[in-house]
């Protein structure tokens, strides 16, 4: 059995190592002690947790021309359509997470308010790991083209076998702002948006939504 180590500092072309070989570890520019801390993984001393920063595509057709900067065109894991061979946010160990008990607080929100979003992760596996929690959102409708989904917050969780704890992201609404254009600025449209909970872009394992108002209204409710 042979296990491919990648060292670089961005994706490469491993179509032909993912359909013939067992595993990838990518070790990216480990330094000195490199070589102690692949052999560590690969033995099994240590369990791998890190997750790609990155979409690692499955042919050059889906790369953009290097003088295209408008990711919008489709590229990146916010507007990719198709099927990347690895996605944005990644990774795999040698144990394996369970996602459950999503709770959005509020259900509705001022856009200068903030929200909770909370969720258990479970360790299911035989060994002790880390997953790393992805938080991404989409806004169901707008007056401009928005992503598919884009990453607001993350962290990374460390487990023993059958450990189970309970994650909180805390997000101000004003970072679901997008520039708009036309006003030169940042703004937070009044919309419901749904937020999406997994293990990597493609990995969504946990969904809700949160309705954000205008000031003005969910003052006025109150």
């Known amino acids: 059995k042979t296990v491919l180590v990648l060292m670089s500092a961005g994706p490469l072309a491993v179509t032909w190592a993912q359909d013939h070989l067992p595993a990838i570890l990518s070790a990216w520019y480990p330094g000195e002690t490199g070589g102690t801390a692949i052999a560590r993984a690969l033995f099994g001393l240590d369990n791998p947790g890190g997750h790609l920063p990155y979409t690692v595509y499955a042919g050059l057709d889906n790369v953009p021309p290097q003088n295209d900067y408008a990711v919008n065109d489709g590229f990146t894991y916010q507007y990719f359509r198709g099927l990347p061979l690895y996605p944005f946010g990644f990774g795999l160990s040698y144990t394996r997470f369970a996602y459950s008990h999503l709770q959005i607080t509020p259900a509705a929100s001022a856009v200068d308010g903030e929200m909770d979003v909370s969720f258990e992760l479970q360790n299911t596996g035989q060994r002790a790991g880390a997953d790393v929690a992805q938080l991404y959102t989409h806004m169901e409708k707008s007056r401009a083209y928005q992503p598919i989904r884009s990453l607001r917050a993350f962290q990374r969780v460390e487990l023993q076998p059958g450990?189970?704890?309970?994650?909180?992201?805390?997000?101000?609404?004003?970072?679901?702002?997008?520039?708009?254009?036309?006003r030169h600025a940042f703004v937070v449209e009044p919309e419901v948006y749904d937020l999406q909970v997994g293990s990597s872009s493609d990995d969504i394992r946990l969904r809700g939504k949160i309705t954000v108002g205008s000031m003005s209204a969910l003052h006025h409710e109150r």
């Open 163 to 182: 450990e189970t704890k309970t994650v909180h992201l805390h997000i101000p609404i004003q970072q679901l702002a997008w520039y708009d254009t036309g």
